[in-house]
């Protein structure tokens, strides 16, 4: 018990410094998901048959690819086509394009829940197609797509755990650095599971505060 304090002791210092790492990547990726997968969302709902396959196209290789092998091929890949990346922008890159692949069918999902007659009702007033998504349709999709989002952003916490594949020091690539110099390498995966557990129950309980402040009473989804 006491070697296990004392290796405590040592290694939450640096595992501290991967947290930081680690949340970053995931704030920043998820950030960027949202950018990428709002307008897909739409695209997919409302946008002519060509961008709904066009689309379609690009979430099915994100969704349907390891995140693993999306990740070599942007870090490893891309300088071959004359881009280099550094090893933060590579996961930033990656973790944002499967995230946006991700959000953009979940606010699929939300804005076909909104009854078809609202948006009837918007253009029988003199609104536009564009005008009835902005003001009326995508305020009502973004609630109800709030806690599939929630999901996302749990998982990408946990996501973020394939970058020490490239060599960054997240709270994996601190454990396997540590696990190195320390030879002991249960226990250290021990102490980061624990850490990814409270992480993650933060942000849960956080997430779920939010849902229940913007909830509207009476809201709901129409599609079973």
């Known amino acids: 018990m006491q070697e296990f304090l004392e290796l405590l002791r040592n290694v939450v210092p640096s595992l501290l410094q991967g947290a930081v790492i680690t949340l970053q990547i995931a704030g920043v990726s998820l950030l960027l998901g949202v950018v990428i997968g709002l307008p897909l969302g739409i695209g997919r709902v409302y946008g002519p048959p060509w961008l709904q396959r066009m689309l379609g196209v690009y979430i099915t290789l994100f969704q349907g690819t390891p995140l693993l092998i999306q990740l070599f091929l ?37 804005l076909q829940s909104v009854s078809e007659g609202q948006m009837t009702a918007a253009r029988a007033i003199g609104m536009s197609k564009a005008q009835a998504i902005r003001s009326i349709i995508l305020p009502q999709a973004l609630r109800l797509v709030l806690p599939a989002w ?4 749990i998982a990408m916490l946990k996501n973020t755990a394939v970058v ?23 226990p250290i995966y021990m102490i980061v599971a624990v850490f990814y557990i409270i992480l993650v129950g933060i942000a849960y309980l956080l997430l779920r505060q939010v849902e229940r402040r913007v909830q509207i009473p009476g809201l709901t989804s129409e599609v079973e």
Do not use: C, H, W
């Open 150 to 153: 929630s999901n996302e952003a």
């Open 164 to 186: 020490f594949a490239i060599a960054i020091l997240d709270m994996m690539g601190q454990a396997k650095a540590l696990a190195s110099d320390y030879f002991a390498p249960i």
């Open 74 to 110: 942007v870090y490893y890949g891309l300088p071959d086509l004359g881009l280099t990346l550094g090893r933060l922008t590579a996961a930033y890159v990656t973790l944002g394009l499967n995230s946006g692949a991700y959000q953009a069918e979940y606010l699929r999902g939300a």
